[in-house]
């Protein structure tokens, strides 16, 4: 169980946007990210529930991003309640035991639990202005700020070459 990963799977999520309502898009993320299993059980149901998980991490993301600690911590704290964790040694495909922090149930339940408990333990090792949204407007874009000086600002360096030839563009206007 590598709760990292499972907190750049909530990044994921809130930066598919609406393209998560499609089943190829979300199956690709799965299968990209090595959840094989949890992309081969996919259903319309599971889509349904991860668009309002969506909705709910994008909150999360919003409230550190205004440096409102406490509203993201509240907001947190409310999935974790919502999406219990029930831990499970597991030992499939030949791997050494670990730990699954939920087994059977929906894909869905599973995903929810994993990007709740990777972003709870983002925030309790790293500290709640590990996440943010992409300053680069109008990219809403999440993400996770695991730089050691805290200096990240945008979702990609796509977005953070395009900010810096804007704020370029502005100074030679200016001058
Ligand atoms: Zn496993
Ligand atoms: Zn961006």
């Given at each position: ?123 309790t090792r790293l500290g709640v202005d590990r996440l943010g949204i992409c300053q680069a407007s109008p990219c809403r874009n999440a993400y996770l700020d695991t730089s050691s000086n805290r200096s990240r600002r945008y979702c990609s360096e796509r977005c ?16």
């Open positions: 169980m590598d709760l990292t990963s499972y907190a750049e799977l909530a990044v994921q999520l809130v930066n598919m946007g609406n393209e998560l309502k499609d089943p190829f898009s979300l199956r690709a993320l799965l299968e990209e990210t090595g959840r094989t299993e949890a992309a081969a059980r996919l259903t319309r149901r599971d889509i349904d529930a991860l668009c309002e998980l969506r909705d709910e991490l994008a909150g999360v993301f919003a409230a550190a991003a205004d440096g409102d600690d406490v509203d993201a911590v509240e907001r947190l704290n409310g999935l974790l309640v919502r999406h219990p964790v029930h831990p499970q040694i597991s030992g499939h495909d030949g791997q050494p035991w670990h730990l699954h922090l939920t087994e059977g149930g929906r894909v869905a339940d599973a995903l929810a639990v994993g990007s709740v408990m990777g972003l709870a333990s983002v925030v953070a070459s395009r900010a810096n030839v804007a704020a370029y563009r502005a100074r030679k206007r200016g001058a």
